[in-house]
């Protein structure tokens, strides 16, 4: 397994591995500073709200190769690593 940006790809690399995108999006929690705005409201999503959650996502990356799909995100909450209260 060989984890490259898209704007790093090369096909040559395809001789020794294979290819496989995916969407990651990680936050270690470690660093998180202090936002006091009142005019947000912060909360979690729930697994029914894949559709919205994709759009999300989609819409911040549309200057970008970047994007995913509902199934997609859906298949990320069945996956070992999935933490809802993240």
């Known amino acids: 397994m060989k ?4 704007s790093e790809f090369d ?8 290819d496989r995108k995916y969407f990651r999006l ?3 929690l470690k660093a998180i500073p202090e936002f006091n705005v ?3 409201e912060f909360g979690g999503i729930s ?7 994709c759009d999300m996502i989609n819409r911040s990356y549309s200057y970008s190769s ?3 799909s509902a199934d997609y995100i ?9 933490c809802p209260d993240l």
């Open 3 to 6: 984890i490259v940006h898209d």
């Open 11 to 18: 096909a040559a690399l395809l001789e020794k591995y294979n």
């Open 26 to 28: 990680i936050h270690y």
């Open 38 to 40: 009142t005019e947000f």
């Open 47 to 53: 697994t029914d709200m894949t559709d919205e959650l």
């Open 66 to 68: 970047i994007g995913v």
């Open 74 to 82: 859906r298949t990320l909450t069945t996956s070992e690593v999935y």
